[in-house]
Every structure is written in C-alpha cells, then in structure tokens.
C-alpha cells in the first residue's frame, strides 16, 4: 500500500509536519545504523588472537602482579603448545609502566600512582585499538585490574561502542570505589567506577571524559567482598549483580548465559574481564586478593568449553596474577587452561 501525500491547510502545518517527518526518519536512520553496527561486530572473523601483556602492578596492594605477563609471556611456548591452531595464538606485546615497582626507590604518593596507572592505560588503549585494526582478538593478561580502564576504553573506541559496550566482570569484589569511598586507596578497586564516568579527573581524562560503559550494560559475577558505598553506587545505578551464592547455586554455565543474553538486549559488542580471586584460594593461589568461597577451576572451564566466547564476545582480559604467590604452578596452570578452552572454540 503505497501512502498518499497529506495535504496542508496553510504553511504552518506544513512545516510542524516537515519537522515530525525529519524527527521520525532521523531516528530510523539512527536505529537502523546501530542494529547495523552491532550485528556486523557479532559477525567479524577475527584470524589471531593477539595476547598482551600489561606488566603494572600500581594498582593493587601487593604489587607482585606486575611480574605475571613476564611470567606467562616467558612461558608462552607452554600454553600454545596445548591451543588448537585454529586462532593462531601468539604473543604479541608487553606493555610497561613509565615506572616499574620492583625498580623504584623513592615514595609514590596516590596522585602520582593516578598518573602512572593513567599513562599505562593509554599505552594499552592505543595497542588494543592497533590490534583490532590487524583482525585480532585482543586477550589481555595483568598486571592488576586498574588497567580494565585501558582495555574497555581501546574497545571503546575502536568500535566507536562508548555506552554501546556490554561487560561481563568475573570477580570475587565490586571493584567500584572511588578516591574518597576506599579506605585502602588501591585503585584496582575502582575501575568500574571510572568506566561508568565516576572517580577523579586524572583517571577519566583517562577515557577522554567519556562514559565507556552504560551501567545497564554491566554485569558483575561472583561477588562476596564489598563495602557498602560500593554496593549502594551499583543498586542506585541499576548494574546487575551475581553474588557468589547464586552463581554456586544456578551454576557459572548458566549464570554466564544469562549474562549474555541479557547483554544482547542492549548491544552485540560484549566483553569479558576476569579475575582470577573469582576462584577458590585452594584453585588459584596466585593472586593477592583472595577470598574464600570462590568458583572451583572445573565449572568455569566447562562453561567455557560450551559457550564459544570468541564469537561471542569482542575481547577478554586475564587479571591480577601474581607468580610470587602461586604454588606449584597451580594459578599458571589454570590460566593456561582457560587460554586452551578459549581457543578452542
């Protein structure tokens, strides 16, 4: 049925009706460019996957993690003996901070970690965004977990997602303080509150003072250690919370599913952040802030295995490892077993 042209009266009518016509056909294109945006992405066939190591331990209390990309990307050979060929997974680069902890001997007060941490960030914003210009999948191995504010800030922008980018965070902690809400200052508890648009100016100038992730679009996983401002910020904010005790209950393969799904109903451009204290401190020794209770290696594998996390997703990050603190390789094994997992689908 083809629409008869309506007839004006006088002038007026005819342009407030010019203007709706503009105002609805304006909107269509919009809709129809970001369905198109998000189901091309959904779709890219990425050749590698390019892993990056980001050797900063800044962020956290104990700064040992800073040496855990060394001690993967040193081991490398290990784990792509155990991938399939199907990505091609290599090593690609490690990225330093301008000052490195174990080399350092004078005093670092918390702004001048902001900028620290902020410069690292930038240095890995712009490799991942290099990455996804190559038709690689960026899997970032930390160092703690501040550096997620150049991980989904490079995504970001690659994309041209801000406030388009769904992310999974697997953690044991909310990790959404700000300066003048943490008592312990580490600011690898802050990086979702930066994301989101939130904490000081030294870090979100960080984001080029763009909200990077919608909290509508953010799902936390495993969660069993908070503190209550972090746990208010996220429930007025609307973020979707799986605590631990739902997770061990439903399952992680479930749970996961559910949070991809959910995701899809806003975007196609999903990502992963991992870290690793989401495990049992019997599973994962090798990190430095454990908590109890945690996801045993078995179900976050099997998950793995059956949801296929490269076509679903857009990047992965593999955070706080710190090889000091890991016992008989256990930490680096299950590390290398996700890797495996990963790939192989």
Same mark, same amino acid.
């Given at each position: 049925m083809i629409?008869?042209?309506?007839?004006?009266?006088?002038?007026?009518?005819?342009?407030?009706?010019?203007f709706q016509n503009f105002i609805y056909i304006s909107a269509k294109i919009v809709k129809y460019n970001k369905k198109k945006s998000n189901s091309s992405l959904s779709n890219t066939n990425f050749k590698r996957l390019a892993f990056i190591g980001v050797a900063s331990g800044?962020?956290?209390?104990?700064?040992?993690?800073?040496?855990?990309?060394?001690?993967?990307?040193?081991?490398?050979?290990?784990?792509?003996n155990m991938c399939k060929k199907r990505y091609k997974p290599y090593w690609d680069k490690t990225i330093f901070p301008e000052i490195r902890f174990k080399k350092n001997k004078k005093h670092i007060t918390?702004? +001048?970690? !902001?900028?620290?941490?902020?410069?690292?960030?930038?240095?890995? &914003?712009?490799?991942? /965004?290099?990455?996804?210009?190559? =038709?690689?999948?960026?899997?970032?191995?930390?160092?703690?977990?501040?550096?997620?504010?150049g991980t989904w800030s490079g995504i970001a922008h690659?994309?041209?997602?801000?406030?388009?980018?769904?992310?999974?965070?697997?953690d044991a902690h909310m990790d959404s303080h700000t300066p003048y809400t943490s008592q312990s200052h580490a600011i690898h508890g802050m990086p979702l509150t930066v994301l989101m648009g939130y904490g000081?100016?030294?870090?979100?100038?960080?984001?080029?003072?763009?909200?990077?992730?919608?909290?509508?679009h953010l799902v936390l996983i495993g969660v069993r250690?908070? +503190?209550? !401002?972090?746990?208010?910020?996220?429930?007025?904010?609307?973020? &979707?919370?799986?605590? /631990?005790?739902?997770?061990?209950? =439903?399952?992680?393969?479930?749970?996961?599913?559910?949070?991809?799904n959910y995701l899809h109903k806003y975007t196609n451009i999903i990502g992963l952040s991992l870290d690793l204290d989401v495990f049992d401190p019997?599973?994962?020794?090798?990190?430095?802030?454990?908590?109890?209770?945690?996801?045993?290696?078995?179900?976050?594998?099997?998950?793995?295995?059956?949801i296929p996390l490269i076509k679903e997703l857009v990047a992965i990050e593999i955070m706080e490892f710190n090889p000091h603190l890991d016992k008989d390789s256990i930490t680096f094994d299950l590390i290398a077993n996700i890797i495996k997992y990963i790939s192989s689908r």
């Open positions: 629409e008869q042209t309506p007839k004006y009266t006088n002038a007026q009518t005819f342009s407030h009706s010019l800044w962020g956290a209390q104990i700064q040992g993690t800073e040496d855990g990309p060394l001690f993967v990307g040193n081991n490398f050979d290990k784990i792509e918390f702004v +001048e970690k !902001e900028h620290i941490i902020a410069s690292v960030c930038k240095k890995l &914003k712009s490799h991942i /965004i290099y990455a996804i210009g190559q =038709n690689r999948f960026p899997i970032i191995i930390g160092g703690d977990h501040s550096l997620a504010i690659a994309y041209n997602c801000h406030q388009l980018l769904g992310l999974i965070w697997v000081s100016s030294i870090m979100t100038k960080t984001i080029e003072d763009k909200k990077i992730i919608n909290p509508k250690s908070f +503190e209550e !401002e972090e746990k208010l910020l996220l429930e007025k904010l609307g973020v &979707k919370v799986y605590f /631990i005790g739902e997770v061990l209950k =439903n399952g992680f393969k479930k749970t996961l599913e559910e949070s991809i019997i599973h994962a020794p090798g990190t430095g802030s454990k908590e109890p209770n945690g996801l045993s290696p078995d179900e976050f594998l099997n998950a793995i295995v059956e």
